[in-house]
């Protein structure tokens, strides 16, 4: 209920705000499990993914942010869990693969961190264990910048991977990842190209 009502309120805000342009949400599976992988550009980036997305997502978010008590609660009401950055995370791993097989969305950053230059920057192998581990439909996502009032701020989804061959074969978590930052790329090169 919380989620429902938090992204209609950043919706309210945000898509006259920042003029924000939606394109391939039709890419978005209507049902079964989704990886969304997007780039990072901002710490906004998770909520405009939220709103442009047609579907509800669950994301990670620093294990950090939960120690407050009432942020801790807040986080966990609009579909967030908690992630120790900079070490392999069993609880997680495990959480993110649990809602796949649930059939939910997981939205991540697999870069892991915002990239300052606003440039697409190297994958770390988070995105590819997911993607391989589960039978997760894996959409790539763009957000094209800048964040400034006024100013459009681009969304773009892209095309489920076919996973089928990387799923067969014997593709390593980082390579899988790597993967998926080359179709976000993609989607840059597709939209400059414009």
């Given at each position: 209920?919380?989620?429902?009502?938090?992204?209609?309120?950043?919706?309210?805000?945000?898509?006259?705000?920042?003029?924000?342009?939606?394109?391939?949400?039709?890419?978005?599976?209507?049902?079964?499990?989704?990886?969304?992988?997007?780039?990072?550009?901002?710490?906004?980036?998770?909520?405009?993914?939220?709103?442009?997305?047609?579907?509800?997502?669950?994301?990670?978010?620093?294990?950090?942010?939960?120690?407050?008590?009432?942020?801790?609660?807040?986080?966990?009401?609009?579909?967030?869990?908690?992630?120790?950055?900079?070490?392999?995370?069993?609880?997680?791993?495990?959480?993110?693969?649990?809602?796949?097989?649930?059939?939910?969305?997981?939205?991540l950053f697999p870069e892991g961190t915002r990239s300052k230059t606003g440039e697409i920057?190297?994958?770390?192998?988070?995105?590819?264990?997911?993607?391989?581990?589960?039978?997760?439909?894996?959409?790539?996502?763009?957000?094209?910048?800048?964040?400034?009032?006024?100013?459009?701020?681009?969304?773009?989804?892209?095309?489920?991977?076919?996973?089928?061959?990387?799923?067969?074969?014997?593709?390593?978590?980082?390579?899988?990842?790597?993967?998926?930052?080359?179709?976000?790329?993609?989607?840059?090169?597709?939209?400059?190209?414009?």
């Open positions: 209920m919380l989620y429902k009502v938090a992204r209609f309120v950043v919706a309210v805000i945000f898509f006259p705000l920042y003029r924000i342009k939606v394109v391939g949400r039709e890419n978005i599976p209507k049902s079964g499990s989704v990886l969304l992988c997007s780039n990072h550009i901002s710490n906004l980036d998770p909520p405009v993914v939220g709103i442009t997305s047609s579907r509800d997502i669950y994301f990670m978010a620093k294990g950090e942010l939960f120690e407050k008590r009432f942020l801790g609660k807040l986080l966990t009401g609009i579909n967030a869990f908690p992630v120790q950055r900079g070490l392999a995370d069993r609880n997680a791993l495990r959480t993110g693969l649990s809602l796949l097989k649930e059939g939910k969305t997981l939205g920057g190297e994958a770390l192998a988070g995105a590819g264990f997911f993607a391989l581990r589960s039978e997760a439909e894996v959409v790539p996502c763009l957000i094209v910048g800048p964040y400034k009032v006024g100013k459009q701020l681009t969304v773009i989804y892209g095309k489920p991977l076919d996973m089928e061959v990387y799923r067969s074969s014997k593709t390593s978590a980082k390579e899988m990842a790597d993967v998926i930052m080359k179709e976000i790329k993609k989607l840059k090169e597709n939209y400059q190209s414009r």
